[in-house]
Nanobody, 112 residues
């Protein structure tokens, strides 16, 4: 059973936007903190943004003000709206609760 299914990545120019979606197994979505992570050289997965079931959110300092995490409860989906993208945001993005196998992720490339 797939617990996390990411989508929405792509190629975008600097300053552009992307909207990532992660469909989460219902039992995990309703109970757990869900984070969006990205691969960073030398560090397996770096937390980008996270959200609790009650709606509390947290962001890495370098994305605060540019990225917004939200939940669609009806669709059991965690969304990451990414604006003002920079080349250094390029990576594979994953969602997870930190306790399950990582999914395939979705590739984000920011380049002119």
């Amino acid at each position: 059973q797939v617990q996390f299914e990411e989508s929405g990545g792509g190629l975008v120019q600097p300053g552009g936007s992307l909207r990532l979606s992660c469909v989460v197994s219902r039992s995990i979505f309703d109970r757990n903190y869900i984070g969006w992570y990205r691969e960073v050289p030398g560090k397996q997965h770096e937390l980008v943004a996270g959200s609790t079931p009650s709606g509390l959110t947290q962001y890495a300092s370098d994305v605060e003000g540019r990225f917004t995490i939200s939940r669609d409860n009806a669709k059991s989906t965690v969304i990451l709206q990414m604006n003002s993208l920079k080349p250094e945001d390029s990576s594979i993005y994953y969602c997870n609760d930190g306790a399950h196998t990582w999914g395939r992720g979705t590739q984000v490339t920011v380049s002119s």
